[in-house]
């Protein structure tokens, strides 16, 4: 019998008893305490400035091996460089799978939201697990084929919204679907981002590139610019092209909670307001109404058509009724309220600290049983786990791409609403089909160029085109997903 096994056989290989772990303990292999190097998983990062998520990400892997790193600016992630000495560095995260893919098992990414889609799917294609940063990605085409992908690659997927892999998420949940506040047919949203500037007008003027940065890169598939502080780092998120505002930024937090106790599909329609925006800038603030249709029972409480309000840039729904007057709305600046025929739920972006209201209704109810699986470690580790298993055995992580994708769908073309919102109605949305339905060909917008020195009046634009645009992006020569 062959006593010799590979790092990647093992990693592969099932239980052979019922009732064995897939994975050899650490304390099994070595004894002392440490997980062994043949037990440990070989990730990348993509995106790792030392001010982003990226690093955060592999801070909480780091028990396993971080083996490459990538990333468009060497001066932002030199602190990120300089705590993985042994990890070797790329610009391009494509040079970097090509000559590190054999020794690379999963990657992190967590670039400015119009790369993660091209990121994703090139790991994808080759046979890698992706963590990938929240939102998902830049637009609703582009959830869509990562969901798709990542059924057709058969790969453990994860998006970075973290709040979903905590006990409180889990618990919401379950008070939703016992049936303690009634059936739910209105919920408020909110945050106090963005917390970068928005609103802005594009430079006059464009500025020299730094030299450890390459900037052709950052623009990935977005049409070219001229570059300037004002994009990078970390401002991209209030840029149309690059990020996809407060919206984008949060809403896969703070509705991630909504999303999975109201269990939500589609929108069936979205309207919004804003404050003033251009076309190359998000609004300050936004008031974004989703409607959903009634889902199946769960168990025997009924899930009514409910409407979903998000409220951002430092907007606010009504402190509910019975809620303490020095007692904080959710975490004050995130949170959500799920209003019931029986009562109120208010929680925090992460689900946490969830009050029951009217307080002398819920007060003694004990909590219902638990439901869902409770994680028990990280967001970042559970991938980790899941990576680890083999695939007959593999319990997926929380936020895999089944879920992620439908809820960041929902959170990406709620911008569809804010962008269109010129046309003064509400619009139809066919999620299946990824489209606007009652828009007609002569539907016109009319939005305030963001391009200095060119005609300073409003820019019309044609509805139906606009909208397919922003639905589905069209990539710059040279880029495809």
């Known amino acids: 019998m062959d006593q010799k096994i590979s790092r990647r056989r093992f990693l592969g290989v099932s239980a052979t008893a019922a009732g064995l772990l897939t994975i050899v303990p650490s304390f099994a292999v070595s004894g002392l305490g440490h997980v062994a190097p043949s037990d440990k998983l070989n990730i990348a990062g993509i995106g790792v400035g030392n001010g982003g998520k990226g690093r955060v990400n592999l801070n909480n892997m780091k028990s396993e091996n971080i083996v490459a790193l990538c990333d468009i600016d060497w001066e932002y992630a030199k602190n990120t460089f300089e705590a993985y000495p042994d990890?070797?560095?790329?610009?391009?995260?494509?040079?970097?799978?090509?000559?590190?893919?054999?020794?690379?098992?999963?990657?992190?990414?967590?670039?400015?939201?119009?790369?993660?889609?091209?990121?994703?799917?090139?790991?994808?294609?080759?046979?890698?697990?992706?963590?990938?940063?929240?939102?998902?990605?830049?637009?609703?085409?582009?959830?869509?084929?990562?969901?798709?992908?990542?059924?057709?690659?058969?790969?453990?997927?994860?998006?970075?919204?973290?709040?979903?892999?905590?006990?409180?998420?889990?618990?919401?949940?379950?008070?939703?679907?016992?049936?303690?506040?009634?059936?739910?047919?209105?919920?408020?949203?909110?945050?106090?981002?963005?917390?970068?500037?928005?609103?802005?007008?594009?430079?006059?003027?464009?500025?020299?590139?730094?030299?450890?940065?390459?900037?052709?890169?950052?623009?990935?598939?977005?049409?070219?610019?001229?570059?300037?502080?004002?994009?990078?780092?970390?401002?991209?998120?209030?840029?149309?092209?690059?990020?996809?505002?407060?919206?984008?930024?949060?809403?896969?937090?703070?509705?991630?909670?909504?999303?999975?106790?109201?269990?939500?599909?589609?929108?069936?329609?979205?309207?919004?307001?804003?404050?003033?925006?251009?076309?190359?800038?998000?609004?300050?603030?936004?008031?974004?109404?989703?409607?959903?249709?009634?889902?199946?029972?769960?168990?025997?409480?009924?899930?009514?058509?409910?409407?979903?309000?998000w409220y951002d840039g430092g907007l606010q729904p009504r402190r509910p009724e019975g809620l303490p007057d020095n007692e904080e709305l959710g975490t004050g600046s995130n949170g959500a309220i799920f209003h019931g025929t029986k009562g109120i739920l208010v929680c925090g972006n992460y689900g946490e600290k969830y009050r029951l209201l009217p307080e002398s209704k819920f007060a003694n109810l004990p909590k219902p049983p638990a439901r869902l699986r409770r994680v028990g470690m990280s967001h970042e580790m559970d991938f980790v786990r899941a990576c680890k298993e083999s695939p007959e055995n593999r319990v997926l992580p929380l936020s895999n791409f089944e879920y992620a994708g439908p809820l960041n769908e929902m959170v990406v073309m709620g911008n569809l609403a804010v962008r269109l919102k010129g046309l003064n109605k509400k619009l139809m949305w066919d999620g299946e089909n990824m489209r606007i339905t009652n828009l007609t060909d002569t539907d016109e917008i009319r939005v305030p160029n963001g391009i200095p020195n060119q005609d300073p009046r409003q820019v019309r634009l044609n509805a139906k085109q606009a909208a397919e645009e922003y639905v589905r992006h069209t990539y710059r020569e040279g880029w495809s997903l």
């Open 87 to 309: 990890a070797k560095r790329y610009v391009d995260f494509r040079k970097m799978l090509d000559e590190m893919g054999k020794s690379i098992d999963a990657v992190v990414i967590a670039t400015p939201d119009h790369t993660h889609a091209v990121c994703a799917m090139a790991y994808m294609q080759a046979g890698k697990h992706v963590y990938v940063q929240k939102p998902l990605t830049h637009s609703v085409f582009e959830s869509r084929t990562l969901l798709e992908a990542s059924r057709r690659y058969k790969v453990v997927t994860q998006m970075g919204n973290e709040g979903h892999s905590r006990d409180e998420v889990a618990e919401v949940c379950e008070w939703i679907w016992s049936g303690a506040i009634g059936e739910v047919t209105r919920i408020d949203a909110w945050t106090n981002r963005p917390i970068w500037p928005q609103g802005l007008m594009r430079p006059e003027k464009g500025q020299w590139v730094p030299e450890q940065l390459n900037w052709d890169l950052f623009i990935g598939p977005a049409a070219m610019r001229p570059y300037h502080r004002a994009y990078h780092p970390w401002d991209w998120r209030g840029w149309w092209d690059f990020g996809t505002g407060a919206l984008g930024d949060m809403a896969c937090h703070v509705l991630d909670v909504v999303f999975a106790a109201m269990k939500l599909g589609h929108p069936v329609a979205v309207e919004a307001s804003s404050t003033a925006f251009n076309t190359d800038s998000a609004p300050v603030a936004a008031t974004i109404h989703y409607d959903f249709p009634a889902r199946p029972k769960e168990a025997k409480l009924n899930m009514p058509a409910v409407k979903v309000t």
